[in-house]
């Protein structure tokens, strides 16, 4: 599987001098009971660190930098606990390279009308501290995120949880390292791009290998490794012999094994965490990689088919982002159009993810029809029901574009005997026509990322971070 650091966030809290230093104790003992708080609610996936009051333009400037420079650090969040003169924030605030995240809250929930004084105004300002900050924020256009409301509500700290799964996907896309196996598709416009222009924005460094690099370190896999393998898919799925005779069947499963263990060997050594395949470069291979590329999706790698690095490259962030649950690389595949029926089949030749089966997967071995390649090894099993959403990466003259829509996710009505894909259906939650049409206006392609685990605000939190055009469709 593959990892991500433990990442922390650091918390700031803004105040000032004027109302003396036992206020700014005050201060300092309230911010660190809501870090401990929030730490204690097992809301959050990556903990916060109070570190202190900031007071001044100068140790606001030393902590932005100190921010950028400490790899552990993803982000910052800061809370205006009494009225901070935002001009202190100019400085570091520009200098700050990583997410922000502005907690706009107070510490009591409530007003104290029985006890409210002149002493308890001049502590609890973030009413207007708050405003007086997020000015400043929107004057750098800093894109940041605001979160509002108390900080001890279950929404608000929902809502900081699913920032910071979003703000370390940022951090670790600018690690992103696409291989691509082969080109993009012949003929084909929407799996293109500027590679150079996704390394600046989103940090993903997409590179060409020959087909041949890659079937050399394929014929270097051992034997005993193969084996190895083969008993782990055995402990995992249901093995399926299906029409073949044995030795086909064990011969087709191998090779699919061999090509993941070669791959995988191949991504290691560059340090790769997605790659692209192309069914119609696959000089030296005996087949395209299916069972193969399912199982290294399934260890957390990105992967776009027919060379779509910038799928690839979205589905490893959103791997990162939703801790490798539940979010697969999909193709609109076939339609229903029937009144009352309307939805996507969504599948792939070969290539769909296994983190969204609803059973337990079966390896089958089949003729593809396309590729002029050995009958290739897959997995073959159901999708799920739930809410979900789709999205996908489009390049135009003007930028990227993330193209997105909710979608309701359901099962397939009846079996498909005869197409042996793992298959996965949904119906955009705006309706299908009205979705399709948006989709299709806005440029969006039909390859696509699909995710349970991850909700549009969290795909809207990461475009704008990375300044990518939108078309959220609702
Ligand atoms: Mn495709």
């Given amino acids: 599987m593959l990892s991500v650091?433990?990442?922390?966030?650091?918390?700031?809290?803004?105040?000032?001098?004027?109302?003396?230093?036992?206020?700014?104790?005050?201060?300092?003992?309230?911010?660190?009971?809501?870090?401990?708080?929030?730490?204690?609610?097992?809301?959050?996936?990556?903990?916060?660190?109070?570190?202190?009051?900031?007071?001044?333009?100068?140790?606001?400037?030393?902590?932005?930098?100190e921010v950028n420079y400490n790899d552990k650090v993803a982000g910052v969040i800061?809370?205006?606990?009494?009225?901070?003169?935002a001009k202190n924030w100019i400085r570091g605030t520009e200098l700050l390279q990583k997410p922000l995240l502005h907690l706009a809250t107070q510490y009591l929930n409530n007003i104290p009308y029985a006890d409210i004084d002149f002493d308890y105004m001049n502590l609890n300002q973030s009413?207007?501290?708050?405003?007086?900050?997020?000015?400043?924020?929107?004057?750098?256009?800093?894109?940041?995120?605001?979160?509002?409301g108390y900080w001890g509500d279950s929404e608000v700290q929902d809502k900081i949880a699913s920032w910071e799964d979003v703000a370390v996907a940022y951090n670790e896309s600018f690690k992103v390292k696409v291989a691509r196996f082969g080109d993009t598709m012949r003929n084909v416009a929407v799996t293109e791009g500027d590679k150079v222009q996704a390394q600046i924005q989103m940090g993903w460094t997409v590179d060409y290998y020959g087909i041949g690099d890659l079937v050399e370190e394929i014929n270097k896999v051992k034997d005993?490794?193969?084996?190895?393998?083969?008993?782990?898919?055995?402990?995992?799925?249901?093995?399926?012999?299906?029409?073949?005779?044995?030795?086909?069947?064990?011969?087709?499963?191998?090779?699919?094994?061999k090509q993941y263990i070669g791959i995988k060997s191949f991504l290691?050594?560059?340090?790769?965490?997605?790659?692209?395949?192309?069914?119609?470069?696959?000089?030296?291979?005996?087949?395209?990689?299916?069972l193969a590329a399912q199982l290294l999706i399934?260890?957390?790698?990105?992967?776009?088919?027919?060379?779509?690095?910038?799928?690839?490259?979205?589905?490893?962030?959103?791997?990162?982002?939703?801790h490798g649950k539940k979010t697969a690389f999909m193709e609109d595949y076939t339609l229903d159009l029937r009144k009352g029926h309307e939805a996507i089949l969504g599948s792939h030749m070969l290539e769909v993810d296994p983190t969204i089966a609803s059973d337990k997967p079966r390896v089958e071995v089949h003729p593809l029809d396309i590729g002029g390649k050995a009958d290739p090894a897959r997995l073959v099993f159901t999708?799920?029901?739930?809410?979900?959403?789709?999205?996908?990466?489009?390049?135009?003259?003007?930028?990227?574009?993330?193209?997105?829509?909710?979608?309701?996710?359901?099962?397939?009505?009846?079996?498909?005997?005869?197409?042996?894909v793992a298959k996965q259906l949904w119906t955009p939650k705006v309706g299908l026509e009205k979705g399709a049409l948006?989709?299709?206006?806005?440029?969006?392609?039909?390859?696509?990322?699909?995710?349970?685990?991850?909700?549009?605000?969290?795909?809207?939190?990461?475009?704008?971070?990375?300044?990518?055009?939108?078309?959220?469709?609702?």
Avoid at 78 to 84: L, N, V
Avoid at 449 to 474: C, G, H, P, R, Y
């Fill in 5 to 65: 650091p433990d990442y922390e966030f650091w918390f700031v809290t803004g105040s000032q001098h004027l109302y003396g230093e036992e206020q700014l104790k005050s201060v300092a003992k309230d911010a660190q009971d809501i870090a401990d708080k929030l730490n204690a609610s097992g809301k959050l996936p990556y903990k916060v660190v109070f570190k202190d009051v900031m007071t001044t333009a100068e140790s606001i400037t030393n902590f932005m930098k």
């Fill in 78 to 85: 800061t809370w205006m606990h009494t009225f901070s003169p």
């Fill in 127 to 148: 009413a207007h501290g708050d405003r007086e900050y997020a000015y400043i924020n929107a004057r750098l256009q800093k894109n940041n995120k605001i979160v509002y």
């Fill in 224 to 257: 005993a490794d193969i084996d190895k393998e083969y008993a782990d898919l055995e402990s995992k799925y249901t093995m399926v012999q299906g029409d073949n005779d044995a030795d086909k069947y064990t011969k087709s499963v191998r090779t699919q094994l």
């Fill in 268 to 290: 290691e050594k560059g340090g790769y965490t997605a790659f692209t395949t192309n069914f119609e470069d696959l000089w030296g291979m005996e087949q395209l990689p299916g």
């Fill in 298 to 322: 399934r260890d957390g790698y990105g992967f776009g088919a027919e060379g779509d690095w910038k799928t690839a490259a979205l589905g490893r962030v959103m791997k990162i982002m939703s």
């Fill in 383 to 420: 999708g799920s029901e739930g809410d979900a959403i789709d999205v996908t990466v489009s390049d135009f003259r003007d930028g990227f574009k993330m193209i997105s829509y909710a979608v309701a996710a359901h099962k397939p009505e009846a079996e498909t005997p005869k197409l042996p």
């Fill in 438 to 474: 948006a989709w299709m206006q806005a440029g969006g392609g039909h390859h696509t990322m699909l995710s349970f685990a991850l909700t549009e605000e969290q795909m809207e939190d990461f475009a704008t971070m990375v300044n990518m055009n939108k078309a959220f469709i609702k």
